[in-house]
């Protein structure tokens, strides 16, 4: 069974500031990792995904997550934070063999000016 | 792109109501999915579909039942609702796929209040 862990439920920062949002995923398999962003009053959208490949993973609006193996980690962070990115982050682990997700709990990053 | 729809924002209804939560996709996606987010909990799963007719049970289906008469639509139903049921409901659906990474894509969702 697969199992994630953010630790953070509230993340406070300010604008321009850098960020680091934590997750920790725990499988007995090899697993697929995501990051889905949530703005107020909408669904969830994929802010980038972990496949294979490079362990650093790139969205088109500046964030970026490390997959390491090791540590059984995948956090994600951005250098320069603007108060547009205030919204609600999920971590995720899919099983391929069941195309299930696990989510985290969330991580509230709030964007002050 | 991919579209999901949710018949609801918002619904209000009465503990002990029969409520019906519709979901449509129109990208042809095999596997269907209905969540439930509460705050402090995150998203789990209640039921999923791969397939017409097809479902399975996710994490917590205890109260609710699903329907899947079409590729494109996929049915929560409460049978009685409940007061413990008030949550956002959240539905997704995915390609089955052959690079198997199942990125799975949103609805708006539906904020269900039972009173």
């Known amino acids: 069974a697969q199992s994630v862990t953010q630790l953070d439920s509230q993340v406070p920062v300010f604008e321009e500031a850098p960020v680091e949002l934590r997750c920790n995923y725990s499988?007995?398999?090899?697993?697929?990792l995501f990051w889905y962003v949530q703005y107020p009053n909408q669904g969830l959208q994929l802010l980038l995904k972990y496949l294979s490949g490079s362990t650093l993973v790139e969205s088109i609006n500046g964030f970026e997550a490390e997959f390491n193996k090791s540590q059984t980690s995948f956090h994600l962070r951005k250098p320069s934070v603007h108060i547009s990115d205030t919204a609600e982050y999920f971590c995720?682990?899919?099983?391929?063999?069941?195309?299930?997700?696990?989510f985290g709990t969330g991580t509230r990053l709030k964007v002050l000016a | 792109d991919v579209k999901v729809t949710q018949s609801s924002r918002y619904l209000v209804k009465r503990t002990g109501e029969k409520v019906f939560l519709e979901c449509v996709q129109d990208?042809?996606?095999?596997?269907m999915f209905w969540y439930r987010q509460d705050p402090g909990l995150g998203l789990r799963l209640i039921y999923f579909s791969y397939d017409v007719k097809m479902k399975e049970k996710g994490d917590i289906p205890e109260g609710y039942s699903v329907s899947r008469e079409k590729k494109e639509r996929f049915s929560l139903i409460l049978e009685s609702a409940s007061t413990n049921q008030t949550s956002m409901y959240l539905c997704?659906?995915?390609?089955?796929?052959?690079?198997?990474?199942?990125?799975?894509?949103f609805g708006p969702g539906t904020r269900l209040t039972v009173l």
């Open positions: 995720a682990v899919s099983d391929p063999r069941t195309y299930k997700y696990i």
């Open positions: 997704a659906s995915s390609f089955l796929g052959t690079s198997g990474s199942n990125e799975q894509f």
């Open positions: 499988s007995s398999v090899s697993v697929y």
């Open positions: 990208m042809d996606h095999e596997n």
